[in-house]
Structures are given as C-alpha cells and as structure tokens.
C-alpha cells in the first residue's frame, strides 16, 4: 500500500540530546514537509523540500535541520538548540508544487524531553 | 507568512444537525488553493475538501460543502447531518505560489458532537 511512514510513533530524548525522526514515503511525491502541532497551535511549517537535495525554512526552523538526499526520505533532527522540543511531528507529502496537489500525512511521531 | 484565521476553538453539534465552521484567511495572491482537514483522536490527518480561488462555484463532498466569499476572504465548512464519526479537530489551510506551495494551516476547531 502507498503511503507516508514516519517512525518512530512515540520517542523520548533527554535533554541536551540530538534526535532524528523518520519519513519515509512510497507515493513518488516531489515534495514533503514537516510540520509541529502543539495544543491550540495548529500545525506550524519547520520545513520543506520541493526536490531532492534542496530544502527551505519554515516558520520555526531554528534549532532544527532536515536532508533530502532520496526522494522518498526525508527526516528531521531536532537539535539540543531547539529549547521545547516537545511536541507532535507530523510530516506530508504531496506530488509536486502545484497548488491543486493534495497533502498525504503520516500518522506522526510523539516527541517528549524527559 | 499568510495568516489563516479559525476564530471557533470549539463547537458543538446535535447529531443528524447542521453545523458551519468559519474559516478567514489574508493574502494578496490572486490564484491559491483552500483546503479543509479532519484531525480524527487518531491524529491522522484527513483531507476534507477543497477549493481553488479561480472557481466561483462552492466545492461538495457528500454531506460536506463550502461557502467561499473570495472577495470577503472567507472558506467555512458546512457540515450537514452530522455524524457522531465527524467529532474532530477540524483544519482550515491556504496554499499558493508565495507560501513556497506549502499548506498555512489555522489554529483549528474542535467539534464536538452530541447524541
């Protein structure tokens, strides 16, 4: 079945700690993205990558780094400069950069600093 | 960063009834998408529907429709008969060339729906 992966679906991390979430997806997208949900936050853009080896910032990249070496890869390391990591990941999809694409989303990753 | 604006963080509907979600956004594009997406207790995110600006004529999908006010910059969701599987967090994005063709999601509504 095509689809978006990410994983691991619940990841603890201590503090000081770098740690790096997976997206893996099958679909032959161009494009993926990153996003983080925090309660009464929405989802907020980190960043995103129309094609393979090139990426920009979102939103609120500061104190995280992406890689777009495959296409179909795409993960995020949350570094120990990010100061409130905890938060839910979600990462999507879409094929190319048109507007009209719809946005395929993993099931997400649970980040928690313990 | 375009804005998209939710002013409902929670409504309430009555099942088999008719609930509008509200939905503002501000850009100075002229061509871009809407989209309306269900976040389920599950946390996967599901693709409502959508609406490109250049349409004059409101998107449907089932029990599911829009009333798209461009000039107003408006995108609510209404919601009829309503199901006791629609309770979700509910989703308003906007999408064009100037957002880098990433989705700008709002804060969301939580809908809640009664028996």
């Known amino acids: 079945d095509g689809g978006i992966t990410q994983s691991p679906k619940y990841l603890f991390r201590k503090e000081g700690q770098n740690v790096t979430l997976s997206c893996e997806q099958n679909?032959?997208?161009?494009?993926m993205y990153w996003y983080r949900q925090d309660p009464g936050q929405g989802l907020r853009l980190i960043y995103y990558?129309?094609?393979?080896?090139?990426?920009q910032k979102g939103d609120i990249a500061e104190g995280y780094s992406v890689s777009r070496e495959k296409k179909e890869s795409f993960p995020l390391t949350v570094t120990s400069a990010q100061k409130n990591p905890t938060a839910f990941y979600l990462c999507?999809?879409?094929?190319?950069?048109?507007?009209?694409?719809?946005?395929?989303f993993g099931q997400g990753t649970r980040l928690t600093v313990v | 960063a375009q804005t998209v604006t939710q002013s409902q963080p929670e409504m309430s509907v009555q099942e088999a009834e008719t609930v509008t979600l509200s939905c503002t956004y501000d850009?100075?594009?002229?061509?871009?998408?809407l989209f309306w997406y269900k976040q389920p207790p599950s946390r996967q995110m599901i693709l409502v529907i959508r609406?490109?600006?250049?349409?004059?004529q409101n998107a449907t999908e089932n029990r599911f429709s829009v009333n798209f006010q461009k000039a107003a910059k408006s995108f609510s969701l209404k919601i009829s008969d309503s199901q006791l599987g629609d309770a979700a967090m509910y989703f308003c994005?906007?999408?064009?060339?100037?957002?880098?063709?990433?989705?700008?999601f709002g804060k969301g509504t939580s809908l809640l729906v009664t028996p």
């Open positions: 850009t100075s594009e002229s061509d871009y998408y």
């Open positions: 990558s129309q094609i393979v080896n090139d990426f």
């Open positions: 679909l032959n997208h161009d494009a």
């Open positions: 994005a906007y999408r064009s060339a100037d957002s880098g063709y990433a989705l700008n």
């Open positions: 609406q490109e600006a250049y349409k004059q």
């Open positions: 999507a999809s879409s094929m190319g950069t048109g507007i009209f694409a719809e946005a395929f």
